[in-house]
């Protein structure tokens, strides 16, 4: 199965940027496959931020399009979301996922995360 391993994350003030990487690593590429981002809050489910298709399609929420963009580097096996204008209530976990179109439903697997705080 794959490894989903998360890096990026840390602690800024409100109006910064951050770029998360996360990185898929197994016994293949997994092109074929949606890679997305979600976070979650402690004793929440995940909220779905962005998925993303090996050909460049991309699935959003609507709260989050315009200050949050994913990319992808398919060779790479990487996904990444760059965020912008952080708000304190931007503070989470932020996990990676990979599975099949619409990513928000099915997931396969997760990366463990990595902890974004945005202080005011």
């Known amino acids: 199965q794959p490894r989903l391993v998360e890096s990026g994350g840390g602690l800024v003030q409100a109006g910064d940027s951050l770029r998360l990487s996360c990185t898929v690593t197994?016994?293949?590429?997994?092109?074929?496959?949606?890679l997305g981002w979600f976070r979650q809050d402690p004793g929440s489910k995940p909220e779905f931020i962005a998925g993303?298709?090996?050909?460049?399609?991309?699935t959003s929420s609507s709260t989050k399009r315009g200050r949050f963009i994913i990319s992808r580097d398919n060779d790479k096996n990487m996904v990444f979301l760059q965020m912008n204008n952080l708000v304190p209530e931007d503070t989470s976990l932020y996990r990676c996922?990979?599975?099949?179109?619409?990513?928000?439903?099915?997931?396969?697997?997760w990366g463990q995360g990595t902890q974004v705080t945005v202080s005011s």
């Open positions: 197994g016994d293949r590429k997994y092109s074929d496959l949606d």
């Open positions: 993303i298709s090996s050909s460049g399609k991309i």
């Open positions: 996922a990979i599975g099949r179109d619409p990513l928000k439903d099915y997931i396969y697997y």
